[in-house]
């Protein structure tokens, strides 16, 4: 369009760029000028006003002239001001083309070390490349929003990058300002979708999710809205990646320097302050325990009495016993010169007074232990939904543990947890933002740094100052000498621990290296140098605002290898990521781990839909072992632990729900919710456990306060009622025979922000370390161990009559073993095939090592397969420890598959150790025992303690009793 004049407006060029808006003035762009998109009618006479251009549905404003029009716009909320996507430049020959670009970039600061025309010449061809792209793209406006950025932002994202930070924030501004508008566009189209499914949900029976699919798929406009969406999601995912990508290419290309920058030793743990307890003595008598966690002493002293009557030193304690009839009572058992050993039983205030008391002595028997790698660790696990809104300044009540149900006592509540797991569903803030508050939040709470770090092969010490791949037998490990091997994940950069924390999807193993750092003095848990560094491992996964965070304390990096991360999506049609999960697993020593927080389907009538979600996560989220990849996802780890929103609910009206939560009556609310209903129907959560629940439902409250629950939520379908519930659950489960105990399990009650509550939960948990024998293989005669069986009873719910094998894999073998066909098989009963193995057609497993101390921590698991398909029928998990011996025991258990019982298994096995390797040792979780009130406790305190063998408490569901004899 050429430019016009009028009386109105002379001297005043115009130009008519990509999206239609007219610019004012004949400058190009500059930092705080004001551009005004606006409309010209008086070259044609129509009209002599000057309309401003608007968005559909807004009233445009006319002016006489423009000196009105740019005045009203100067006005606060009147307009908006932005840079030109399009300068229009004098045509002038002296013009200086760099003058203004230069002036552009006078607020930024260079990288160190840049030369002076590469700060200009890296923008000015991005910038160059956008205006080709822009006249091809009808996307205008978006790429307004990118102009914007390469004019503003782009250098300071490439400053943060030669500092070691390749998170680029600035463009995450940018894509989410950009993308804006979508959201709503989705959120409207998902409630009319949602709307459409209610329509055509049967009212007694729930679709099959095959037919659902199939009904999606037939549909091209409904296929090709599901592509668009997916395209969506993988641009938004990788394009973070290639803008990186050439960022890092650049600094490379124009030699950017890296400052050498050294780090300041953590600052030392925080010391336990000695505790004091109010106890009974007997039936009147009262006294005061006081532990000193750092002396390793426990003080007895009586009331009114100035002098301790006895200070008994850790050593000196046999163990302790916690009464089950008497919550708050326990008695001590010491050992005296003169005596095998005495009691003392203490009656304190509480019973959550009694477990603080025996948590610090847990603790004191840890720190005053001998022991090299840890027996015993405490594990956080929180689980909040954020309501897309941030989160409040102080977390302290969430993280500490304190609020309503069973909570930490404040004698406790603020000593570190070894292992802290943090899964937050609708979640707004980037990735390094929030893990850099959980971070600065716990430093300030228990006076410790924790780490996030990277994934990465798993370097073990091996000999002064060398390192070696992480080997399932210590003494496989080469012993070299020198420097540490050089790591995995180059991006770590030691001077800043968070800058390996990206905010894209999947960026373990597609983060592309950036330049290596200068080296610094950091030991091998972040202090002072003198040893190794630590090799870097995982920390964070994300599938769009669920998140999962697993911070370590700094002396564990070591201890921690084998890590994977995942995610599963199960929004609509399985596509979008705003339901979903996210998983994160690793080894701590010898002991396996599992996380999962994941973000179920909401609304109360779509129980189906959730049991749906979590099975289609159990079959796809790909955590553990490759190697255990067709075992149910719930055995492939010695503990597994699942939390989030799962958004099961109350099957009770509203006012009877809330009648019974003002009474504190919660036993009636638990028997119908969905969640426990539908675990007793075995269709959820098969075999996992739960703490006890009596802190109130988590959701839906008011924003603002816990004092009420909003119920009715109004949508563009209409009035919507979510009735108070137990959204927000944490559930585990843990191999047979292995230690976890629940220390508590609430929920907050001061933060507000959101409309669920934050929960937690805190577990002692019992772990192994990679076991080295006091004599390595080959220094004398070799004696081995042997697992031996008598028979194997199989029963299958199934119509298939395919004779089957057994597979045997387990940690303690070399590699996978494998059974003969069986041979005896009876299908009497209608769907169910019984199965049956003698002696001769069942292999003996030769564990690697022959040590009791070992084998009473390993586990086997079974898996039941096909001949003709090799498809499992099921699988199931076997300890050793109650087989140990020089007779036969017998063992029963359930098969899984897939989320399902698919059956039984039992028989007869005996794990016989050599004589010579028959030592053994009293673990630390084993010093804490539970007795009845009734019961007389030893006279000295056992060796060894064995825990009872896990029998089935009841048979499979319409599972028939398997013959005897």
Known sequence: MPPCSSPHGSGVQLALPAHHGHILGDRPPAHGRLGLPWQRRGCDGASPALPSQTIQGIQAKCFRTLPDL?????????????????????????????????????????????????RTHIPQQLHQRLQEQVHSSPASDFMGFMAEYLT?????????????????RHLSTALATACRALHSEIDFTLAGLETLARVFDPPVSPRSPAREQGFLSSD?????????????????????????????????????????????PPPAARPLAVQNFEVKVGKSQHAALTVDVELGTVTVTKRGSSSPEEVIPQDKILQLIKYQSVQSKVRLMCARDNQKSVSRDF???????????????????????????????????????????????????????????????????????????????????????WVEFLCASLKTLMAIDYRVVTAGTAWAPAGPGGWAPAATAPWLLPQPSGPPPPQITPNLCPTDSMSAIPRSQGWVADLPACPAPSPVAVGQDGGPAGSPPAPPQVALQCLWSIKIVVLVKPEHLRRISHVHTSSVKTGIANTLGNKGAVGVSFLFNGTSFGFVNCHLASGS????????NYSDILHSLALGDKRLGGFDLTLRFTH??????????????????????????????????????????????????????????????????RDTYVWQKS???????????????????????????????????????????????????????????KEAPGSSPEALACIEWESIEVILKTTSRSKCYIEFHSYCLEEMQRSGENTFQNCDIPGFLKLGWSSKHLPVLNPILPDLEYLGDQ?????????????????????????????????????????????SVRGWMRVRVPRGRCGTRERLYEWISFEEEDAEPAAEAPVCPKPRPQRLRSRPRSLPEPATG
């Open 70 to 118: 740019i005045g009203t716009y100067q006005h606060p909320n009147n307009g908006l001001v932005t840079p030109l996507l399009h300068p229009v430049h004098r045509a002038r020959p002296d013009e200086d083309a760099d003058g203004e670009d230069a002036r552009g970039w006078g607020h930024t600061v260079p990288c160190p070390g840049a030369p002076p025309s590469s």
């Open 152 to 168: 503003h932002h782009v250098q300071l994202d490439l400053e943060a990058l030669c500092h070691g930070h390749p998170q680029l």
């Open 220 to 264: 091209p406009d409904l296929e090709l809205l599901l592509n668009k969406i997916s395209t969506v999601n993988q641009l938004l995912s990788s394009l973070e990646k290639k803008v990186l990508k050439s960022l890092q290419e650049t600094v490379t290309r124009h030699n950017l320097a890296l400052p050498s920058v050294a780090v300041a």
């Open 347 to 433: 009656i304190f205030p509480s019973a959550r007074k009694r477990e603080a008391f025996c948590q610090l002595l847990q603790l004191m028997k840890i720190q005053h232990s001998n022991l090299d790698e840890p027996e015993l660790i405490s594990v956080y696990v929180g689980t909040w939904n954020m309501g897309s809104t941030p989160p409040p300044r102080s977390l302290a009540s969430w993280l500490t543990s304190r609020g309503l149900g069973r909570t930490q006592d404040e004698t406790t509540a603020c000593i570190p947890h070894d292992i802290c797991v943090i899964g937050t569903q609708e979640n707004s803030l980037g990735d390094r933002e």
């Open 605 to 612: 009538e779509k129980t189906h839909r959730r049991n749906q």
């Open 640 to 705: 597994l632990f699942w939390f989030g929103d799962l958004n099961y609910r109350l099957d009770m009206d509203v006012q009877d729900i809330l009648t019974h939560i003002v009474k504190k009556d919660f036993q009636a609310l638990l028997a119908v919710d969905q969640l426990n209903l539908e675990r007793e129907k075995n269709k959820v959560f098969l075999r996992f456990s739960e703490g006890d629940i009596s802190f109130p439902p988590t959701y839906r409250y008011e924003r603002g306060t």
């Open 715 to 773: 949508k563009p379908t209409g009035v919507r009622i979510n009735v108070p519930s137990w959204c927000d659950r944490i559930l585990w489960k843990s191999h047979p025979e292995t230690h976890v105990v629940c220390n508590s399990y609430g929920c907050t009650d001061d933060i507000v922000t959101s409309d669920h509550s934050p929960v937690f939960a805190t577990f002692e948990v019992g772990v192994t370390s990679q076991f080295v024998p």
């Open 859 to 903: 586990h086997l698991l079974l898996s039941i397969k096909g001949v003709e398909s090799c498809e499992s029928y099921g699988e199931c998990c076997l300890a050793l420890r109650s087989a140990i011996g020089t007779t036969a025991q017998q063992f029963e258990t359930f098969l899984f598959h897939r989320g399902e019982e698919t059956g």
